[in-house]
């Protein structure tokens, strides 16, 4: 029961930071994680959205080489 709710909270964690990570790469607005002043807590935040940055590109790779997605 924990395992899984966990496991929910990180995929809808990851899924929010991919829309972040297309957000940055459809506008060029990011988040300005340079606000943040404690340090650690910066970097937990930049590994954060380079996390949804990795995802968000696997899906735009898979969706570049799927027969099932045109370019409109």
Do not use: C, W
Request: hydrophobic residues 45%.
């Amino acid at each position: 029961m924990v395992l899984g709710r966990l496991t929910h909270y990180a995929f809808d964690a990851l899924a929010i930071s991919a829309i972040f990570a297309g957000v940055k790469k459809s506008t060029g607005f990011a988040p300005a994680t340079n606000l943040i002043p404690d340090s650690s807590i910066k970097s937990i935040a930049d590994s954060y959205f380079s996390a949804g940055e990795v995802v968000f590109n696997m899906i735009t790779g898979q969706a570049v080489t799927s027969q099932y997605f045109k370019k409109s």
